[in-house]
Nanobody
């Protein structure tokens, strides 16, 4: 059974870069046809799909975040990472990593494995 675990700082200052890592166990991030996504849920709002990397290492981004978001991976550690540059308090959210076979979806049922989520607060 695939398990995902997010890690990273819980507090980031405005204008800095938010960096999170998703560590995958029980399966490889190079497994054919899977997308490994980052999503977030701001307080009081719905889930937002941010971007993904696929089994080949290609990356995909939500248009609204593309200019300041980067996703990369480390196949030797079976991890993929998210960076969001120039954060503002509007980036405060619970951040999730998830595995699925689709992109840009925000329904829990579109993903077969989720991390538990990690709270990131942007504040000075």
């Amino acid at each position: 059974q695939v398990q995902l675990q997010e890690s990273g700082p819980g507090l980031v200052k405005p204008s800095q870069t938010l960096s999170l890592t998703c560590t995958v166990s029980g399966g490889s991030i190079t497994t054919y046809s899977y997308y490994w996504s980052w999503l977030r849920q701001p307080p009081g709002k719905g889930l937002e799909w941010m971007g993904a990397t696929d089994y080949r290492g290609f990356t995909y981004y939500a248009p609204s975040l593309k200019s300041r978001t980067s996703i990369s991976r480390d196949t030797s550690r079976n991890q993929f990472t998210l960076q969001v540059r120039s954060v503002t308090p509007e980036d405060t959210a619970v951040y999730y990593c998830a595995r699925g076979r689709v992109l840009e979806r925000t329904s829990q049922s579109d993903y077969d494995s989720w991390g538990q989520g990690t709270q990131v607060t942007v504040s000075s």
